[in-house]
């Protein structure tokens, strides 16, 4: 299944949806436990293996029945661990976890049920474009199919219990990837994050390693679970917070058009030059190049290159999936080397 | 606040503590890995938050030392492991320290302490009282909000009342 997945861009990145020009995804996990277990940092590993045991169909049938696949993280490579980090199917935290673990996911990759995560489940959906309500309707389904055959651990007072009392409650997280080069380049990232963190939002970077914000993509992600329903929670991003962070973004890039019109078109010349002939090249460096590139797309301002081929570079562009479509393990140096190559010809008119 | 640890004076300081002793307020400033390094923030929190939210119970530090002797009858966690792992040991924890958790948990949801989202099916039915406590506690919380404090006050008798009888 990896191998064939690793070739092309799950739905989320095909940037076909609602406001893909600065929505990326949007995603919502939901975390649950199940009654009558302890939480994961006391189960032995018998224990580990009976709850992935018993929730193994259920998750199975939840991610799509057969279409869906289930992965054992202990049976597949580190690589292959990796793999699955990259596209957003299994946190970091799955893949460089120990014992019994895995992850149901689904043929389109929307949907993806982690076991024995931090908690007994976690359950992702996530989405192209801003499409909260779509993606709230089905997690929701998803999460009463589930709890049609398993008896969460519930609280009347806390509400779902979590091993970490931060998600408590609802065990709701809500986060939504963006594309902000314009507010990064006229300098008002900062003012934007800062009103964020005052509304108890998340801001961190996207790809890479937990980093603040390398290159222009962010997460924002919501903090509190408890005393607000998910309903209440969700339209808050769909309604108030993320429209006024397109809004903003939209107006930052209106100036660069009109009033930076040549350090704008020197940014998107200068990286898609940098892209097509550099010979060794960081995923940092390339983070922020193709940003640049997608940035000059949207606003017409680069018209041979399309999105998809964006979307496709950042993702075949991370180190394993490098390693993973060259079929071997490379040093730093030569992932540098086989990255630019990748870019370089699927960026050379003619060659792809 | 910018400031240097007072421990290492190089790193900049970014745990700020408030400890009363004998009624005098002292005030600390730790760079992370210095904290890390005495105790008060957990090694490599799971979240990051967590680490933040402990880090605000220090300050009252006493009412902390009679709550590190607690621990869950089911899994034996005590409040201490909690304190250093930042994951709880098992779902009855948050009865076993729930004197520790609330204050917590009300720090981490904006002062929130009652859940008022979905609820499993299995409980649905018979709860009709707690229905009740639900929709009043998301009236309170609009209330709250709108700043309409007299209309405030008179839900949240009406809830202790529910929750009394
Ligand atoms: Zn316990």
Redesign the pocket.
């Known amino acids: 299944m990896l191998d064939e997945m690793v070739r092309h861009a799950g739905e989320w990145l095909r940037g076909s949806g609602p406001m893909n020009e600065i929505v990326i995804s949007s995603r919502v996990r939901l975390a649950r436990n199940v009654a009558g277990y ?2 994961l940092s ?1 189960t032995s590993e018998n224990q580990r293996s009976e709850l992935m045991e018993m929730l193994r169909p259920h998750v199975v049938s939840a991610a799509g029945g057969a279409a869906g696949a289930f992965l054992d993280m202990n049976a597949i490579s580190d690589l292959d661990q990796q793999v699955l980090v990259e596209r957003h199917l299994v946190s970091r935290n799955l893949a460089e976890g120990k014992g019994s673990r895995g992850v149901a996911i689904s043929k389109t990759e929307n949907v993806s049920v982690m076991v024995n995560e931090e908690d007994h489940l976690r359950i992702q959906v996530l989405r192209s474009g801003l499409q909260l309500d779509e993606i709230w309707r089905d997690i929701n389904a998803l999460d009463d199919k589930l709890e049609s055959k398993i008896e969460y651990a519930f609280h009347p007072r806390y509400g779902y219990l979590t091993a970490c009392p931060t998600n408590v409650g609802t065990g709701i997280r809500v986060s939504v990837m963006l594309h902000l080069p314009g507010l990064k380049l006229t300098g008002e990232i900062e003012r934007v994050f800062r009103a964020a963190r005052d509304m108890r939002l998340a801001v961190r970077g996207l790809f890479g390693e937990g980093t603040e914000a390398a290159g222009d993509f962010f997460q924002v992600s919501n903090q509190v679970t408890l005393g607000r329903t998910e309903e209440d929670t969700i339209n808050d991003f769909r309604l108030s917070v993320i429209p006024k962070i397109i809004e903003y973004e939209q107006k930052a890039r209106r100036t660069l058009v009109s009033e930076r019109t040549i350090s704008l078109d020197d940014r998107v010349w200068r990286s898609l030059g940098t892209l097509r002939h550099a010979r060794t090249i960081s995923s940092e460096e390339v983070m922020l190049h193709l940003s640049h590139l997608r940035l000059g797309v949207h606003l017409g301002r680069l018209k041979d290159v399309t999105i998809q081929t964006i979307n496709d570079l950042f993702l075949m562009s991370q180190p394993a999936h490098l390693q993973k479509v060259q079929g071997a393990r490379l040093t730093g140096e030569q992932r540098s080397i086989a990255r630019a190559e990748l870019i370089r010809r699927r960026l050379t008119p003619g060659m792809n | 606040m910018n400031m240097n640890c007072q421990v290492c004076k190089k790193q900049q300081a970014t745990v700020h503590l408030t400890d009363i002793v004998q009624g005098e307020k002292q005030e600390r400033h730790l760079c992370e890995s210095c904290a890390q390094e005495e105790g008060v923030l957990p090694k490599a929190p799971a979240h990051v938050q967590l680490g933040e939210l402990i880090t605000g119970l220090v300050m009252n530090k006493t009412a902390i030392q009679q709550l590190a002797d607690l ?7 005590t409040f201490v492991e909690f304190r250093n792992q930042g994951q ?6 948050y009865d ?1 320290f729930e004197k520790a958790l609330v204050p917590l948990i009300e720090r981490a949801h904006e002062g929130a302490s009652h859940h008022i989202g979905k609820v499993p099916n299995r409980l649905n039915a018979p709860r009709a009282a707690d229905d009740d406590l639900v929709r009043l506690r998301r009236e309170l919380t609009r209330a709250v909000d709108s700043e309409q404090y007299e209309e405030a006050a008179r839900i949240r008798d009406r809830i202790r009342r529910l929750e009394e009888s």
């Open positions: 302890p939480f006391r | 621990s869950c009858p089911h899994c034996k966690l709880l040991g098992c779902p009855h924890d076993a």
